[in-house]
């Protein structure tokens, strides 16, 4: 049936012609809504919907409208599925207060650990990279990123016999830098 004939129909006997408006545009409109609230939706929210979109098009459409009534119709259906899917939305999110949450706030004790733990770390790096090249590449290649000395040496150029040499070199440096400082590894 086109658009014309829907039309003449509504305009002759409105009962009649939205029927047959409902019957030829039912599947476009169900298909819109659900491509729309699929996933947060369910089967009931999506029929609910389709039923509204042909109310407000029932209410709001003038058949002496000169546009497409697929359209209109289309239209109508996307602004209702955006609309239902917000408010679906906003319903599922919940406020918790701070006396419902069970995360257990740090102590100050903890909290003084945790950034005694982030200095030292902040200082090791340091003195790591006071080793200079190609020792403080050794160092953290082989701590850091648990690499072998094979490819730990294809990395720097280096056998991994001379590899395993640096990094034994440069690990008694390293020692006896921290050491100095009160920190043992």
């Known amino acids: 049936m086109t658009d014309n004939q829907i039309k003449r129909s509504i305009y002759d006997s409105p009962e009649d012609g939205y029927r047959k408006l409902f019957d030829q545009y039912h599947s476009y409109v169900y298909t819109i809504v659900f491509q729309i609230l699929r996933g947060c939706g369910s089967q009931r929210d999506v029929e609910d919907c389709v039923v509204d979109v042909f109310s407000d098009v029932l209410i709001h459409y003038d058949s002496s409208y000169e546009g497409s009534i697929k359209a209109f119709i289309g239209t109508v259906a ?94 008694k440096r390293l020692r006896s830098v921290l050491e100095e400082l009160d920190i043992t590894l």
């Open 78 to 171: 996307k602004n209702k599925a955006i609309n239902l899917k917000r408010s679906i939305s906003t319903r599922s999110f919940r406020t918790v207060s701070m006396d419902e949450m069970e995360i257990p706030l740090p102590s100050q004790q903890n909290l003084q650990e945790e950034a005694e733990l982030s200095d030292r770390a902040r200082i090791l790096i340091d003195k790591v990279k006071e080793l200079g090249e190609p020792d403080s590449t050794i160092i953290i290649q082989k701590f850091f990123f648990d690499r072998d000395s094979k490819q730990i040496g294809k990395i720097v150029g280096m056998s991994s016999t001379a590899v395993r040499m640096r990094c034994s070199r440069a690990l």
